[in-house]
């Protein structure tokens, strides 16, 4: 018994001792990749800085600008981590570690498809600014001021107050309207006269005359009235004039004013 006992413990002297010559012979290799993984390291952060820099001075947006500095950072601090493993002569480790990393990538894209769609497009809205903070747009059938753009959604104020956050993808792959963007807008505003001679005669001329010198209407194109068609005893009209589009309030209320003055005019001269 004491004989097994004995064996024992010189078997797990010698792995021992082997373990310790060996820890000793990887001593220079040991000191070798912890100099490496740090100049690694200490190069990630100085090249995560200056990336951050640059794109934020092409961007102008600092969540897009951290997250490809931090992208960049990361991967060479893993470049020095695999560096780190080849010093110390574990080929085998770098392979697994790979091998593992690229069936954890594959399977991570496959879960997280729509979150990797709208940060690829909240990338690629960020590079082309159909809109910036501040514009007002109209989008997914909402229309409001942009208050904040994130890599992943866009954060909406709509006319009405509320709070409307939209996934990237959505606004990427649908058609947006840029209103702050749009210096002028067309405004078809149709009504219906009596078909009497007389009134049609003179018409255009009351109507243009009514909304001169109204705000926000533009100068530089004249207003003009159609006649599009018959209806019985009447006869419909369109105004088409052009409005400038400062605000999307101020279409509309320019639209309403437009309307209130032709309703006015028309009843001053019993034509409705």
Request: aromatic share 8%; with cysteine.
């Amino acid at each position: 018994m004491n004989t097994s006992f004995a064996n024992w413990g010189d078997l797990i002297f010698d792995k021992l001792h082997r373990w310790g010559v060996a820890a000793i012979k990887l001593l220079p290799n040991m000191a070798v990749a912890i100099l490496v993984l740090i100049a690694f390291y200490l190069l990630a952060r100085l090249i995560k800085t200056l990336v951050f820099r640059f794109t934020l001075k092409i961007s102008d947006t600092p969540a897009l600008s951290g997250l490809l500095s931090n992208i960049i950072s990361v991967i060479i601090t893993l470049i020095g981590f695999f560096v780190a493993l080849d010093v110390l002569k574990l080929e085998k480790a770098v392979t697994s570690l790979l091998a593992g990393a690229g069936i954890i990538g594959l399977a991570l894209g496959f879960a997280f498809q729509d979150l990797t769609a709208n940060f690829i497009s909240g990338i690629f809205i960020t590079f082309r600014r159909p809109f910036e903070v501040g514009h007002q747009i109209e989008t997914n059938g909402f229309t409001g001021k942009v208050e904040e753009i994130q890599l992943r959604s866009t954060l909406l104020r709509t006319l009405d107050g509320l709070h409307v956050i939209i996934p990237n993808k959505e606004i990427f792959q649908k058609p947006i309207i840029n209103h702050s963007l749009t210096p002028g807008r067309r405004a078809e505003i149709p009504f219906t006269i009596p078909a009497a001679n007389e009134n049609t005669l003179r018409i255009k001329e009351l109507v243009c005359k009514a909304i001169t010198g109204t705000e926000n209407l533009y100068t530089d194109r004249e207003p003009d009235v159609f006649f599009s068609n018959i209806d019985g005893v009447n006869i419909k009209v369109t105004l088409i004039c052009w409005i400038e589009n400062k605000d999307i309030r101020t279409f509309e209320s320019t639209r309403n004013e437009l309307i209130m003055k032709i309703t006015t005019v028309l009843r001053d001269n019993k034509l409705i």
